[in-house]
């Protein structure tokens, strides 16, 4: 079964600094994943996607992310922080059985100081 | 604009009552999700749907039910409302290419 790990639920980092969200998942099969950003009392927006094409995503709002099969990684990164990228960011894979269900990691909330 | 639409956004339930939230694309998915989202938990699946007439149960379906009897509709009933499903739910669609999933905007339910 095919899951997702978001290590640590909080990040903080200064405006204008490297963001690095981290995201690892468990799927036996190559999977498709997702990135999506959530700012306070609004739905789930996607950032960005990656369904087997180049492995370096780059997304909206200046995000990317690489899939690493080798680490089971696809870590979200931004060069340098702006205060409205405030937001909690989520993780998910896609199940490569008959649902195709989106399966979440826990999210992690990123604080950005002036 | 195509998309889904959720109704209502906000809604405050006594303890057992029972409500229906409305789901609705116009987008022709096959498939649809009814998530539930708890602070610091993720959003966990309630049911989904893989065409009309059918459902199946996803991680947390005790206390919901469903219906798709339209491409269009996926509407979650709660029978018997308790304080546990105090939360923000969000209906997504999916389109048959594997990279496009759409969101509601939520419906926030709180039960008191």
């Known amino acids: 079964a095919q899951s997702v790990t978001q290590l640590g639920s909080h990040v903080s980092v200064s405006e204008g600094a490297l963001v690095l969200l981290r995201c690892n998942y468990s799927s036996s099969v190559p999977p498709y994943l997702f990135w999506y950003v959530q700012y306070p009392n609004q739905g789930l927006q996607l950032l960005l996607k990656y369904t087997s094409a180049a492995t370096l995503v780059k997304g909206i709002n200046g995000f990317e992310a690489e899939f690493k099969k080798s680490e089971t990684s696809f870590h979200l990164t931004k060069p340098s922080a702006h205060m409205s990228d405030a937001a909690e960011y989520f993780c998910?894979?896609?199940?490569?059985?008959?649902?195709?269900?989106?399966?979440f990691g826990s999210g992690t909330r990123l604080l950005v100081r002036p | 604009n195509a998309g889904v639409t959720q109704t209502p956004k906000f809604r405050i339930l006594k303890i057992g009552q029972s409500m229906t939230l409305q789901c609705a694309q116009d987008?022709?998915?096959?498939?649809m999700y009814w998530y539930r989202q708890d602070p610091g938990m993720g959003l966990k699946l309630i049911y989904y749907s893989v065409g009309a007439g059918i459902t199946d149960k996803g991680e947390v379906p005790n206390g919901y039910n469903v219906s798709r009897s339209t491409t269009e509709d996926f509407p979650l009933r709660l029978e018997l409302a308790a304080p546990s499903q105090t939360s923000v739910y969000f209906c997504a669609s999916r389109d048959g290419t594997g990279g496009g999933y759409t969101f509601g905007s939520g419906t926030r339910l709180t039960v008191v």
């Open positions: 998910a894979v896609s199940a490569m059985d008959s649902s195709y269900k989106l399966i």
């Open positions: 987008m022709n998915h096959n498939y």
